[in-house]
């Protein structure tokens, strides 16, 4: 049990759908992440936010949008993706934005499948 | 650019020790960490370094040079259940975490 909840654990859509990924924190912490895995490659950082505010956005595509309605609660909202965009989208926390030696705590990930 | 190296994958035996390294080349530096994560499931942490030097874990050890822009992690009296992938990640001049690709450790008996 990591204390980072990430729901659901699959997910396979069509190019045309609507779909939302959730996360949930129970560590009480202040900062929370979505990142993209695809094999092989480096961890890519989609989205920061920090006390509910996003601090980091590295040109991710519209198709994804970010919603953070409290410190414990992160959602990815999806449309219109492209077979690309299949991976595994984690979600991870960490007690604060990003300075200092704190470690991130991550969920099990969604995996995504976009045909 | 940024960059962190690690090798793809490596082979080990049971009751064995290894070593996995890694190289970074970053705009700046602020800890380097270890994580390690097996199939389908999330990364979890081992261990960080800010300063040169060895940190010992149990049987998991990591060790920094920052003049030489490397680490490594030492797993000893390797064990079936650590059979994973190990990700190194640095934290950049603006605090941002730089990952590697992870090594993926296949472990035989």
């Known amino acids: 049990e990591t204390g980072v909840t990430q729901t659901p654990r699959h997910l396979v859509m069509g190019m045309t759908n609507k779909k939302s990924l959730k996360c949930e924190q129970h560590?009480?912490?202040?900062?929370m992440y979505w990142y993209k895995q695809s094999a092989k490659k480096p961890l890519e950082l989609m989205f920061v936010?920090?006390?509910?505010?996003?601090?980091e956005n590295n040109s991710v595509p519209s198709r994804f949008s970010p919603e953070c309605p409290n410190s414990s609660h992160l959602f990815l909202h999806l449309h219109t993706l492209q077979p690309e965009d299949s991976a595994l989208y984690l979600c991870?926390?960490?007690?604060?934005?990003?300075?200092?030696?704190?470690?991130?705590?991550f969920g099990p990930g969604t995996r995504l499948t976009v045909t | 650019g940024q960059n962190i190296d690690q090798p793809t994958e490596m082979t080990a035996t049971e009751g064995a020790i290894v070593q996995i390294n890694c190289t970074y080349q970053?705009?700046?530096?602020?800890?380097l960490f270890w994580y390690q994560q097996h199939a389908g499931e999330a990364p979890t942490f081992l261990s960080y370094?800010?300063l040169d030097g060895l940190e010992e874990k149990g049987r998991f050890s990591s060790f920094l040079s920052r003049s030489k822009g490397y680490s490594y992690l030492l797993l000893k009296e390797l064990q079936m259940k650590d059979s994973a992938s190990y990700l190194c990640?640095?934290?950049?001049?603006?605090?941002?975490?730089?990952w590697g690709a992870g090594t993926k450790l296949i472990i035989k008996p």
């Open positions: 991870a926390s960490s007690p604060s934005g990003g300075d200092g030696s704190y470690e991130q705590y």
């Open positions: 560590l009480g912490h202040n900062a």
């Open positions: 936010y920090s006390l509910e505010e996003r601090v």
């Open positions: 970053t705009s700046g530096f602020n800890g």
């Open positions: 370094n800010v």
């Open positions: 990640a640095v934290k950049d001049s603006n605090y941002q975490l730089i």
